[in-house]
């Protein structure tokens, strides 16, 4: 069974700059893409980045040029570095993973996410 855990949440003084971590561990036979998504309270859930198995990245507007995400595939592991944090940053953030098995079929797997809490 493939799990995605994710860390380095927690609260951050506005300006501050985190890295989250998510750590796919189990059986995987592919990684494809590799998202982080957040979701703010009431809010719905919104993409932050996404970085292909080929390292092509792609950013939201909401967090472009404010954060950095990248992925280590020899440990099947996501990161953000995030920057210059605001107040409305606050959310929960999701690692989301689009997994190939070795019969081609493909499937999404979420972390159960980490808290970021900006505070002033």
């Known amino acids: 069974q493939v799990q995605l855990v994710e860390s380095g949440g927690g609260l951050v003084q506005a300006g501050g700059s985190p890295r989250l971590s998510c750590a796919a561990s189990g059986s995987i036979f592919s990684i494809i893409n590799m998202s982080w998504y957040r979701q703010a309270p009431g809010k719905q859930r919104e993409r932050v980045a996404t970085?292909?198995?080929?390292?092509?990245?792609n950013y939201a507007d909401s967090m472009k040029g404010r954060c950095t995400i990248s992925r280590d595939s020899a440990k099947n592991t996501l990161y953000l570095q995030m920057n210059s944090l605001k107040l409305e940053d606050t959310a929960k953030y999701y690692c989301?993973?689009?997994?190939?098995?070795?019969?081609?079929?493909?499937?999404?797997?979420w972390g159960q996410g980490t808290q970021v809490t900006v505070s002033s």
């Open positions: 989301n993973a689009n997994i190939q098995r070795s019969n081609g079929m493909t499937y999404t797997l």
């Open positions: 970085i292909t198995s080929g390292g092509d990245t």
